[in-house]
T-cell receptor
Framework: GAVVSQHPSWVICKSGTSVKIECRSL??????MFWYRQFPKQSLMLMAT?????????EQGVEKDKFLINHASLTLSTLTVTSAHPEDSSFYIC??????????FGQGTRLTVV | QKEVEQDPGPLSVPEGAIVSLNCTYS??????FMWYRQYSRKGPELLMY????GNKEDGRFTAQVDKSSKYISLFIRDSQPSDSATYLC?????????????FGTGTRLQVTL
């Protein structure tokens, strides 16, 4: 299957700082990428849909000014958590649509805000 | 009522057993169905991707879709301890940039020696 690489796999930051998470499709071009958030023992919650060259589409209740998404190329999308607070601590996962429309996921990033 | 229902488990089976994992859904517009395996603190890994009703087999895994009953299943034959993970069903209505996935809550599977 296709490979999606997400970096970093874990990060600890101080409250009030910003954190950037990268999502790369390594062996295919992805015009569409998705960002999810997952709480312990719960399923994935879609945060936003990222389209190359255009603004991201955010799900209801997700603050676009807090979770900045940039999809500047066909292989890279970034999620920046701005002015992070402890309640932003979570597992963030990206996915990219493959040629056959199946979704491939990154390894996830565990963010801890202290 | 959730769009996709999945028993969270945990489901515990002995090594070598046949495992049956299931999801039901209410949205008849769902056309594409996927099963993912997720190990703890890792991203989901795509196991099966199906479109039409019927069976699809890949090694020890068989995915079954019954659109008339709005019911999908994943069967794992000869289960191994390494199959211990959370299994997520996912589905979507269409292809292209509007094709958001709707997930089940996931079923935790434990395969014991």
């Amino acid at each position: 299957g296709a490979v999606v690489s997400q970096h970093p796999s874990w990060v600890i930051c101080k409250s009030g700082t910003s954190v950037k998470i990268e999502c790369r499709s390594l062996d295919f071009q992805a015009t569409t990428m998705f960002w999810y958030r997952q709480f312990p023992k719960q399923s994935l919650m879609l945060m936003a849909t990222s389209n190359e060259g255009s603004k991201a589409t955010y799900e209801q209740g997700v603050e676009k000014d807090k979770f900045l998404i940039n999809h500047a190329s066909l292989t890279l999308s970034t999620l920046t958590v701005t002015s992070a607070h402890p309640e932003d601590s979570s597992f963030y996962i990206c996915s990219a649509l493959g040629r056959g429309e199946e979704a491939f996921f990154g390894q996830g990033t565990r963010l801890t805000v202290v | 009522q959730k769009e996709v229902e999945q028993d969270p488990g945990p489901l515990s089976v002995p090594e070598g057993a046949i495992v049956s994992l299931n999801c039901t859904y209410s949205n008849s517009a769902f056309q594409y169905f996927m099963w993912y395996r997720q190990y703890s603190r890792k991203g989901p890994e795509l196991l099966m991707y199906t479109y039409s009703s019927g069976n699809k087999e890949d090694g020890r895994f068989t995915a079954q879709v019954d659109k008339s009953s709005k019911y999908i299943s994943l069967f794992i034959r000869d289960s191994q301890p390494s199959d211990s993970a959370t299994y997520l069903c996912a589905m979507k209505e269409s292809t292209g940039t509007a094709s958001k996935l709707t997930f089940g809550t996931g079923t935790r599977l434990q395969v014991t020696l």
